[in-house]
Nanobody
Framework: QVQLVESGGGLVQAGGSLRLSCAAS????????MGWFRQTPGKEREFVAR????????YYADSVKGRFTISRDNAKNTVYLQMNRMTPEDTAVYYC?????????????????WGQGAQVTVSS
């Protein structure tokens, strides 16, 4: 069954903005925390941001702090990633993930469910 579905990727110019959405269903909808990761060819999956679903507390990677904002809408079982002041270094496939057991997960191994990935390309 479908657990996490991402949307909102695309092409944007440097300095621009994009918003990613991640809709959760099934067991993923009752996760403790959700996060966003990104990956470029030949590199490991990189943590971007995380949010606790109950409290809304957030945590960001230093590389995106002050530019990206993670938020959630519990009524819609949806998490968002607002990306502002984007640079070509933000180009990657972005993955949504959900953790059912870890309260403050920041590594891929702490997440149980993954979306299919959304391509984000920032042109210079």
């Amino acid at each position: 069954q479908v657990q996490l579905v991402e949307s909102g990727g695309g092409l944007v110019q440097a300095g621009g903005s994009l918003r990613l959405s991640c809709a959760a269903s099934g067991r993923a909808a009752s996760s403790i925390a959700m996060g966003w990761f990104r990956q470029t060819p030949g590199k490991e999956r990189e943590f971007v941001a995380r949010i606790r679903m109950s409290s809304g507390s957030t945590y960001y990677a230093d590389s995106v702090k002050g530019r990206f904002t993670i938020s959630r809408d519990n009524a819609k079982n949806t998490v968002y990633l607002q990306m502002n002041r984007m640079t070509p270094e933000d180009t990657a496939v972005y993955y949504c993930a959900a953790s059912s057991g870890s309260r403050y997960p920041i590594t891929p191994g702490e997440y149980d469910y993954w979306g299919q990935g959304a391509q984000v390309t920032v042109s210079s």
